[in-house]
């Protein structure tokens, strides 16, 4: 059986494996429910359609054969879909002539659906007979005219259904039916995994006998078996299950499971083996190994994290994510991270006191938004196994912990493992055009302590509390400190002032609380992503809260000023308000500083909106010219300059930046004939060097003496309990800069020397924020930053924000260097944005890329990260990254030899230059072009020409690719009908 036909046999013809019926799938809907409207663009999602359309589909009882004319003359694609209340249905009838003049019990007169259910399948009844638990009915689209649409009931006679829905629309070639049953007339109930029995029947009454006053049936196609009467016992069998369609717990007769006598623990860089033996399979017959791992705590509350620790390997083969079945590889926890469950060093195994706790929901509730087994693993072994024996060796690559392995089987499966992809949309188009404004429509109430707001119908309230060091808090001023507040409505939504001034002769700790009453039902985001009571707060910098109300649209805040951006922190209440707050915030003695919010309201309670009314209102919307990479001279000796052109192509790269760091003196003479090199290879890439401004190594290869270290001493970064602070688990210490300190002047030397003598293009400025930790206990105070106790409310120690510090000196050098005409590309925060357009964030999470609303939306994709290195799996990237707003750029042209990977142009190569305009998920519109993986008509309201670059799901480009553009009113419109994991880029001409 080829892979189409099994396609075929999943989702269209029932099959049967020894003796067995392998059931249809019936997928839930998720939220919205069908819309039983004739409009069939809520089924687009719904996955495993029937088709008929072959010859062997065609009742023949009492049919002539020679009635049947091909799929022109009758067809039909059926969905169902199923919730807990009721079950769905959609018929899209192709039949080149339509008759039906009947209604009620004569319905079957003319063109009609029949179904034959039955809800106990497993119940064993005469043949011949309908019996308890069997209904039949029909489903009739009338004539369109007077004739209306109606389900009648044939079986129980006195079967009449209550509470159905049913709509038909007449096509161009036929007809659509819609409707909509609940189980109650079947006195049942709708569960997982619930089988039930349902035939099908399209029947075709062509002709019309005068005599008998009734339609002659032509044609009749069923799902079922074609030459059985129509009250024969054994309907076709469909499990209802998960939006996915994947039909699970199948029991086959002849393909038991076969338990494995596998190792408990692997000691740590062991491996341990195992052997089963199978017989020669059938294509549609799929091996499963199934088994728990788990790597032990000592810790016995929680789960404790998740490494990339076990390798499995079948046969010689290594397993990889693709392997993966019953679960995404990708999964997101509470707080909107997304991780997988698999990276290049092996598969992630959770660790944990115990196998029970990655299976508890009390535990695992709390850090992922869906409950799942942890420590269950499903991997699909097609095509790995063969006839006889077959090994299995699975690798513990933890250097210091055991791998716990249990409840190891192989299994066996029947049908598509894997959710099948959704196909191209058909009917009617949403149509996708940039807004033509993005109004903050909000009006001031009240402007003092609670601040009210009111944006159309929608009223928000936003209390503030302040802490004072006796434990208490307070609503405005106190016998500690003075305050008072302006509320402003400016273009950039309304400001928010708030300024404090300490009234006593010591540093002052004050927590700042602005809280946004929502009910039950409100949702919220944090830094772009989905927050939830229970979870930690989140750091902000650069980021924002939002808030919405489902059907009263949504508001949101982001910091301001420089030290709110740098403290705030944001978090959602065991009552489900929003809190937007500074916990670190220190008046020096006699001080008084002024920190400021701004608060944006839409009327739709969109994240979209939201995100599109700040970033035009604060005018963040840059041009953005290329992609960018990093290279590293010691590998190009790897590399043809063929291949070299070809990723710098493929890759759409504007700017290239040679990595120096870490090079000593004697390699200086190998990075300028690297760079020119580059220059004479890429005479249109903006040619550039790493540029890191906390770091200086130290050791046998650092660049810098002893004796410079000893001057810089006093510029060290410390942590709290004295130390000094190194990067990560390495021997480069942190320093900070400012403008009077020696590493400032040490390291305003270097950039000059950069920027003078080595005749390149611009700087990469990495981790320009801050580097490793954020925040400096020594001298010098930037005099508002400090750990307050958040009981008592006192100070518990004075530290510095190292962006705050180097904040005068990095806007020096910023300017220095764009005054030379050089070119900088850093992920540098919003108040620097104006200068530094082109930024990033790095992606060995995608979720990161949530952040860059705020910023230069790029991400940078991590490569030493991600599961595997094909050049798909960077496509992937491109495309799931538009579902956080995010372009695409590469961290590395000059991938070691090991990783090496084939490259083709794909969707980043027309991703650039792009000004945006506006974000949607999974779609970015710019000035110049528009890239999206959504369907619809797409255009700019006007009459500019469009180039058209489609890609498919493997991110190669599809030539031709049959998308249409039309001129509607003297407007041109591109509409993209794009199957599920294509992508696609406009471009306007």
Known sequence: ?????????????????????????????????????????????????????????????????????????????????????????????????HNQQFNGKNVWRGDHVELFLDTIPAVKTPE???????????????????????????????LKLQDTKIEAVKTSDGYIIEAEIPWSNFKIKGVQDKIIGLDIWISDTDEFDHQQSYGVQKTLLTNGVATRKSNKRGYTHYSLTTTDGIVRNIKMEGFKPVKLDIAPTVQPATETTVTFNT?????????????????????????????????????????????????????????GLDYTLYSRSGFIVPITGAFVEGNDPKTTRIYFAEHFNMHDFALDLTGAVKNGTNTIVIKNIHQKSVLQLRKANIEFAAGELRKPKRPAPTGKLP????????????????????????????????????????????????????????????????????????????????????????????????????????????????????????????????????????????????????????????????????????????????????????????????TLEGAFTIAGPKHFPIMTEKVLKKRVKDYNINAMSVSTYGYTEKDFAKLEDTLAYLRKLFPGVKIMRYYHSQLTNVGKNSPVSENELAKLKNDRVLLRNGKEAFYYNTESGIFFTTLDNEYGKWEEKELDDLLDNWGLDGIYWDEFSSSGVAYHYGEPWDNCSGDIDPVTHKLTAKKSSIYILQYEWKMKIVKKILAKGKFIFSGVPREFLHLVPHGHCETAQLSNAASQMMRSPIQMSDYTRWPTTTWQDYYNAMRDGLDYGVLFCWSNLAIPNKYNIDTYPTLVGQMYPITPIEFRKGCIIGKERIITKNSGRYGWDDNSKHEIHVFDATGREVIPHGMKTLTVNGKTWTDLRLPEDWSAAIVRK
Request: charged content about 20%; glycine content about 8%.
């Open 1 to 97: 059986m080829t892979k189409k036909m099994m396609l075929a046999a999943f989702c269209g013809i029932f099959l049967t494996l020894c003796g067995t019926q392998v059931p249809l799938a019936m997928p839930f809907k998720e939220d919205p429910p069908i819309m039983v409207d004739g409009d069939l663009s809520d089924w687009d999602v719904v996955v495993c359609p029937l088709i008929l359309n072959e010859k062997h589909q065609y009742k023949t009882d009492s049919i002539d054969p020679k009635n049947y004319n091909g799929p022109q003359d009758l067809s039909a694609i059926v969905k169902t879909a199923w919730r807990d209340y009721g079950f769905f249905i959609m018929i899209k009838v192709t039949d080149n002539f």
């Open 431 to 622: 149509v996708i055009k940039p807004a033509n404004d993005f109004k903050n429509e909000c009006t001031i109430v009240s402007n003092g302590n609670p601040i009210k707001l009111r944006n159309g119908i929608n009223n928000w309230t936003i209390n503030s509390s302040f802490s004072t060091p006796d434990g208490k808090w307070v609503t405005s001023g106190s016998n500690f400190f003075k305050h008072s507040r302006k509320v402003e409505k400016v273009d950039g939504g309304i400001l928010v002032s708030d300024t404090f001034t300490n009234l006593t002769d010591e540093a002052l700790p004050i927590i700042q609380k602005h809280e946004i009453p929502a009910s039950d039902k409100a949702e919220h985001q944090l830094s772009g992503l989905k927050a939830f009571y229970g979870d930690s707060a989140k750091k902000l910098m650069s980021g924002s809260t939002f808030t919405a109300e489902p059907g009263r649209g949504g508001i949101g805040i982001i910091p301001e000023s420089r030290i709110l951006t740098v403290h705030s922190t944001a978090l959602v209440t065991k009552n489900n308000a929003m809190i937007f707050q500074d916990d670190q915030f220190v008046l020096p003695p006699k001080g008084s500083i002024t920190q400021q919010f701004r608060i944006f309201t839409v009327e739709k309670g969109d994240y979209w909106e939201f995100i599109n009314v700040v970033r035009n209102n604060l005018k963040l919307n840059y």
């Open 279 to 335: 017989a020669d399979l059938p294509d549609s017959i799929h091996p499963i190994f199934k088994f728990q791992a788990n790597i032990p705590s000592s810790r016995k509350a929680g789960l404790w994290g998740w490494r990339g620790l076990m390798r499995v390997f079948v046969n010689g083969k290594e397993l990889t994510g693709e392997n993966i079945l019953f679960r995404p590889l990708a999964w997101r926890t509470r707080d």
């Open 128 to 158: 011949d007979t309908q019996s308890s638990g069997q209904y039949h009915f029909m489903l009739s689209p009338g004539n369109f005219k007077e004739i209306k649409p109606e389900i009648v009931g044939f079986f129980p006679a006195n």
